[in-house]
C-alpha cells in the first residue's frame, strides 16, 4: 500500500505502475479540507477568481452565474479532451493518475478530498482511462491527457477495465465506483497539471535504470568471455 499526499519517490511510483494499491494520507485530506473552505468563502463572496466563477482562456473575463459553477467545471474537461493516437500504455495511466492525485493531496489546488480519492478508488479496482498519447501542449500543462482521465471520473469517455474497453459509466458501474460530481474549481484542477509528461519520464527513467544494470552485466560477461584483462 502506497500513502500519497506527502513523499513519493520514483520506486514507490513504480510499485503503483505495477499495481500497488494506494490510498490519501489522512494529514492530505485535512489540508484539502482547509484549501477547499477557503475556495467556498470565496465563492460566497461573489470574487472574481479565474476557472472559479469566470471562464477561461479569451473568456477570463466573463463571469459565471454561481448555478452553474459545476457545469462549467464539466465543460471545462469535456472540451479539452480532445486527443489523438493510440492510448497510452497501462504503467504510464497508473503513473499519471497516481501521481495527479499525488499533488492534488498537496492541499494546494482547493479541492475537496473526494476529487483525490476518486483518483485512488480507480487505481484501487484498477479502472484504468482510455487516454491518447498525443494532444499535450507541454508548456500549459497536460490538459487533454488529464482531460481524458477526468472524464472517467465523471462518468463519461472510455475505461480498461477487466481487459476490456469500455464506456466509462459501464466500467465504473461494473466496479462499483459512483461517478463524480465536480464542484466549483475541480475540473480545472484536475487538467492543469504535467503529470502525463511526469510519468511517461518516470517510466522511462526506470526502463533506463534497469537498462543500464543489464548493460553492465553484458559488459562483464563480454570481457570475461574474451578473457580480457585490465
Known amino acids: 500500500m502506497i500513502i500519497l499526499g506527502d513523499h513519493l519517490t520514483l520506486n514507490e511510483l513504480k510499485q503503483v505502475w505495477k499495481g500497488e494499491s494506494v490510498f490519501i494520507s489522512d494529514e492530505a485530506v485535512k489540508r484539502m479540507e482547509a484549501t477547499r473552505s477557503v475556495v467556498e468563502s470565496i465563492i ?14 479569451r473568456l477570463a473575463e466573463i ?10 467545471q464539466v465543460n471545462i474537461v469535456r472540451s479539452h479532451a480532445v486527443g489523438v493516437g493510440e492510448p497510452l500504455s497501462r504503467e504510464i495511466v497508473r503513473a499519471a493518475m497516481a501521481l495527479r492525485a499525488h499533488t492534488l493531496a498537496q492541499g494546494l489546488s482547493g479541492v475537496r478530498p473526494i476529487v483525490a480519492q476518486k483518483l485512488t ?13 498525443r494532444g499535450s501542449v507541454g508548456a500549459s500543462g497536460d490538459l487533454a491527457p488529464l482531460a481524458h482521465i477526468a472524464l472517467t471520473l465523471i462518468g463519461e469517455g472510455e475505461a480498461i477495465y477487466r481487459g476490456q474497453r469500455l464506456p466509462s459509466f459501464l466500467a465504473l458501474k461494473l466496479a462499483g465506483i459512483e461517478p463524480l460530481r465536480l464542484q466549483a474549481k475541480e475540473g480545472l484542477a484536475l487538467i ?11 517510466v522511462a527513467l526506470a526502463r533506463s535504470e534497469s537498462l543500464l544494470i543489464a548493460a553492465d552485466a553484458v559488459a562483464a560477461m563480454t570481457f570475461e568471455a574474451l578473457e580480457g584483462v585490465d
Open 44 to 57: 460566497e463572496k461573489g470574487e472574481p477568481v479565474y476557472g472559479v466563477n469566470t471562464g477561461v482562456g
Open 63 to 72: 463571469s459565471i452565474d454561481r448555478n452553474e459553477l459545476e457545469q462549467l
Open 121 to 133: 478508488e480507480l487505481l484501487n479496482a484498477d479502472v484504468l482511462p482510455v487516454v491518447p498519447s
Open 192 to 202: 492543469n497539471g504535467t503529470q502525463a509528461s511526469t510519468a511517461v519520464l518516470a
